[in-house]
C-alpha cells in the first residue's frame, strides 16, 4: 500500500507546509536524504499548545502535539521529496520537550511522533530518535520535531 493511500485510509490529510518563523527553509535536501527544520505543533496556521511539559501542559497533551509537530515535519519532507509516496524510509527523529525542571519523561512524549510515524510508513518508519529535555522553544511551543527521512 502506498503512503498516500494509507494516509487516507487512516483519515489523515498533510497540512500545508508551515511558514518558516525564522530565517531558515523548511526541508534541505542532500542527495537521498532530506533534514527538515524543527516543526512545532501548528494547525491551521496557529499553535495548538503551549507551555511546559510537566507544569500546566500533560505528558498526554504533548505527545498530541508531537504528533501535529511530527505531521507537519512529514509534510515539509514531502514537499521535497516531490510528495509523500517518494519518502522511503525514516532515518531519524529528534523530539525537542520544554519540560519543567522535575519532568523526566521526555520519550513518552516522543512517543506522540514515533507513534504517528509507524502508522503511516509502517517498517518503514522505524526510526533511531532522539528525546530531549530543553528550558524553552520558539513560541513557548511544548514540542519541537526533526526529521531525517530518505528519498
Given at each position: 500500500?502506498?503512503?498516500?493511500?494509507?494516509?487516507?485510509?487512516?483519515?489523515?490529510?498533510?497540512?500545508?507546509?508551515?511558514?518558516?518563523?525564522?530565517?531558515?527553509v523548511p526541508a534541505v535536501r542532500a542527495g537521498d536524504q532530506i533534514w527538515t527544520s524543527g516543526q512545532l505543533p501548528f494547525?491551521?496556521?496557529?499553535?495548538t499548545l503551549t507551555g511546559k511539559v510537566g507544569a500546566g501542559v500533560t505528558p498526554e497533551e504533548a505527545a498530541e502535539a508531537a504528533r501535529i509537530a511530527a505531521l507537519n515535519a512529514i509534510a515539509a519532507?514531502?514537499?521535497?521529496a516531490g510528495g509523500v509516496d517518494a519518502i522511503r524510509r525514516v532515518l531519524?527523529?529528534?523530539?525537542?520537550?520544554?519540560?519543567?525542571?522535575?519532568f523526566t519523561g521526555q520519550p513518552a512524549v516522543a512517543n506522540g511522533a514515533s507513534n504517528l510515524l509507524g502508522e503511516i510508513f509502517g517498517e518503514a518508519?522505524?526510526?533511531a530518535r532522539s528525546?530531549?529535555?530543553?528550558?524553552?522553544l520558539p513560541l513557548d511551543a511544548?514540542?519541537?520535531v526533526e526529521l531525517?527521512?530518505?528519498a
Open positions: 500500500m502506498s503512503v498516500s493511500a494509507r494516509l487516507a485510509e487512516l483519515g489523515i490529510v498533510l497540512p500545508p507546509v508551515a511558514a518558516p518563523v525564522a530565517a531558515y494547525a491551521d496556521g496557529a499553535l519532507a514531502a514537499d521535497k531519524k527523529v529528534v523530539v525537542f520537550v520544554a519540560s519543567a525542571p522535575e518508519g522505524v526510526h528525546a530531549v529535555g530543553v528550558s524553552v511544548p514540542v519541537e531525517i527521512v530518505e
